[in-house]
């Protein structure tokens, strides 16, 4: 059983054990920099840490947010690491491309100047303008442990939840704190959670999607991977306030070390009493396990989800029923995204007012983006909603790299849109992204520049979709085929305008006839690429001439449908 | 008249109709006489809203809703028809006959198949998006039937009927979007397969030329699901 006091016991345990290992070299072991071999770069400052005999720990951990500049090493001097106030304490240093070569000079400048060359300037504003709410313990805390999660301040919010709210005071601070799902959709996760926790019947589950998809996207796999614990807490606090005590964490197979670290954090929520039966001494149970995906980008959708738990296969069906009413094993359903329970904890522990003064007046709270493409900063970044645009992609990603120009902006993946330059200013919230001809979606942001052919660019989403389709309703399977066919036509310098009428009632009707929304949006990338830059269009079909030099347009007529 | 006990009133194309609670709109919409054109819908076997033929209006939905999936509420008012949905209904019915080989001249079910029935209905005249023409196999291994992928809208009554009323689950689909296809157990060819009883509801149920049965020529070529609504109710009732 585990208690508040001995929470504190843990915490007191933890930084007393930091304090004495003296200054603390991070190194990021998260998928970006793993893939940099990170793990080498652990492995030799660990080795000259010892032989130098200094007094410092090394430490694995999660992702620091500027993949760009991967592997990613931090050095809190040990004043920091004891410090109460964070603000005032010498600040940590961040160094970037870190090489195994590297090892000895970081270790030799504990005490002294940081290293230059490797040196990242902190105060840049790519830290400087982000609001880590989500992220707070990705980079500072070993995901592997517990304890350190405890220490951070974790399973507090869940500990007083359970011995001091009842469920529906969960589920009116969550509704009050305006969080929405981060999956994509931007649904109230308090109406959801309310619908659940009403609906009738003696079993209920709860179901983190964690099968992240979309091109460019690893927001989830990365808060995964970085800060498991709070994941976990996120569900259990859902579970108590829906009423379930079964649950399953639905993660894609091709996210290994995400199924391992959030297997190390099942099994150390198990040990502490904070998982399993009676949590935290209280009648609270929740068993969680979980299921791989195997590959198919439609299991994210709920409904299709829930059919490969089942081990059916997985296609969606029409809603309703909502899983909220009827889902998995036909009973009452709470499915949510791995960042909206990321954000649960933190809501609960710092309460509904503080969390819904941060954001717009319909989006509250931050949203966490993957960065990537033509930006001169890329990686992992969590910024408040209602940031510009602009603000993204020239503060925090420093803008396109020189010689180049902006161009437009990919949210929401294959069921998002472009956005040109002129709509940059428009702040990221759900419904703005939405009347902008995109949606928020769940967190991929691709940058483009001068050297990106928009036409290929909805051409390479569409092919996306059309082997991503399940193959189940006639529009969606048959309807993107034909709609990659044509901007095929387009690219090749081979089509005509009535292909690009064909291809206009094309979207129209796969959109609003499809059974699930990867149909239903599927046309997405098309028509704003078509609202935006249909001049690019155009001059593939009437010049036969890619603006942007991409696309190889045939000057003899090719061979047409063979 | 008085309505049934938890009878719903609702209006359908500006008609006072009532249903049964839980009756979808497709089949209190057949039992007032409403044309409601489908394919993958068959009276007797579980809906899966699949080919969107019967995707209907409904006054303050979002979207398009399935008629065979949705039931109906008290006071919804549906649309049956207009020139939107007949335009989809169309462009569904062009997207089929470009997906695969569908030629009704040479095909076995020419006269005697669903889908070219429903696209002379829905006043189908030419097709405008391109044949695909994959290329197919056709599986005549089994005995007495032939499947012929050639011919297959993936409606999935095969699959349906095999699982639901013969009990045998032979039927399956492979693969994804547009490669996705119907196989026998673990794609064996259908001659081979240890599940399937050679009960032939399958064949009956397939609304094209997919799959049909060998040696059957002019008008006997003909399919007959009726057995299916008999055998669902003398289940229920037993």
Known sequence: ?562 | MSAAPGAKTFVIDGVDASATPGQTILSAAREHNIFIPTLCHLEGLGDVGACRLCLVEVKGARRLLPACTTRVDEGMEVTTNSPRLADYRQMTMQLLFAERNHVCSVCVANNHCEMQSMATTLGMTHVEVPYRFPALTVDASHERFTLDHNRCILCTRCVRVCSEIEGAHTWDVMGRGIQSKVITDLDQPWGTSETCTSCGKCVQVCPTGALFQKNRTGERRGKDPSFLPYLRTMREEL
């Not at chain 1, 010498?90 to 491309?97: A, E, K, M, N, S």
């Not at chain 1, 609960?348 to 503080?354: D, E, F, Q």
């Not at chain 1, 569409?462 to 991503?468: D, H, L, P």
Request: aromatic fraction near 6%.
């Open chain 1, 1 to 562: 059983m585990m208690s508040h006091e001995e929470l504190e016991q843990t915490t007191a345990k933890v930084q007393q054990e930091q304090r004495a290992a003296g200054d603390r070299i991070n190194v990021c072991v998260a998928a970006g920099c793993l893939s940099l071999h990170s793990d080498a770069v652990q492995k030799s400052l660990t080795d000259e840490a010892k032989k130098s005999g200094a007094r410092c720990s090394v430490r694995g951990v999660g992702c620091m947010g500027l993949c760009s500049a991967g592997p990613v090493v931090s050095h809190e001097p040990a004043q920091a690491v004891a410090a109460e106030d964070k603000t005032t304490a010498q600040p940590t240093r961040l160094y970037g491309g870190v090489q195994p070569g590297h090892a000895a000079k970081i270790v030799a400048s504990l005490n002294q100047e940081p290293v230059r060359e490797l040196a990242i300037d902190t105060a840049m504003p790519f830290f400087a303008k982000q609001t880590k709410i989500v992220l707070e313990n990705s980079g500072s805390i070993n995901p592997e442990s517990i304890e350190e999660y405890i220490a951070a301040g974790g399973y507090r919010a869940l500990l007083r939840a359970l011995h001091e709210m009842t469920p529906a005071e969960v589920v009116q601070e969550i509704s009050a704190s305006g969080l929405r799902g981060r999956g994509g959709a931007g649904y109230p996760t308090g109406l959801k959670w309310a619908t659940v926790a009403r609906a009738a019947g003696a079993t209920k589950y709860v179901i983190c999607n964690a099968d992240e998809g979309d091109p460019g996207a690893f927001m989830d796999r990365s808060v995964l991977e970085s800060d498991p614990h709070r994941v976990l807490e996120g569900m259990i606090l859902a579970a108590y306030a829906v009423g379930a005590s079964q649950g399953y964490i639905y993660l894609r197979a091709e996210y290994p070390l995400a199924v391992q670290r959030l297997g190390v954090a099942i099994r150390e929520a198990k040990r502490m009493g904070l998982l399993g039966a009676e949590i935290a001494g209280t009648r609270m149970s929740l068993h969680l396990e979980i299921r791989l995906g195997a590959g198919a980008f439609v299991c994210g959708e709920e409904t299709a989800l829930i059919a490969s738990i089942e081990g059916r296969r997985g296609t969606p069906q029409p809603r309703p029923p909502y899983p909220a009413e009827s889902g998995l094993w036909n009973s009452p359903t709470l499915i949510n995204n791995v960042e909206t329970y990321a954000n649960v904890s933190p809501i609960l522990a710092r309460g509904s007012a503080w969390y819904a003064a941060q954001g717009t007046a319909k989006s509250k709270g931050t949203k966490v983006f993957a960065l990537s493409g033509k930006a001169r900063n890329t990686g992992l970044i969590e910024v408040p909603m209602g940031m510009t645009l602009r603000e993204i992609i020239f503060d925090i990603g420093g803008g396109v790299p020189a010689g180049h120009t902006f161009k437009a902006v990919q949210t929401g993946g294959p069921s998002g849109g472009c956005i040109p330059e002129s709509l940059l200013d428009i702040p990221v919230d759900y419904d703005s992204l939405m009347q902008a001809g995109s949606i928020m979606g769940s967190g991929g942001m691709i940058v483009m520049d001068d050297s990106s052919c928009m036409v290929s660019v909805a051409r390479f989403f569409m092919e996306f979709c059309m082997s991503e389709s399940c193959g189940k309703c006639v529009p969606c399977r048959a309807g993107t085929a034909q709609m990659h066919g044509l901007l095929t036509r387009i690219t090749e310098g081979v089509a005509t305008h009535r292909d690009l009428d064909l291809l206009v009632r094309l979207c129209e009707m796969v959109g609003a006839t499809s059974l699930c929304g990867l149909g239903q949006t599927a046309p997405n990338p098309v028509l704003s690429t078509l609202r935006y830059f249909k001049n690019e269009y155009l001059a593939h079909i009437e010049d036969k001439h890619c603006p942007a030099g991409v696309c190889e347009c045939a000057t003899t007529p090719a061979e047409v449908n063979a």
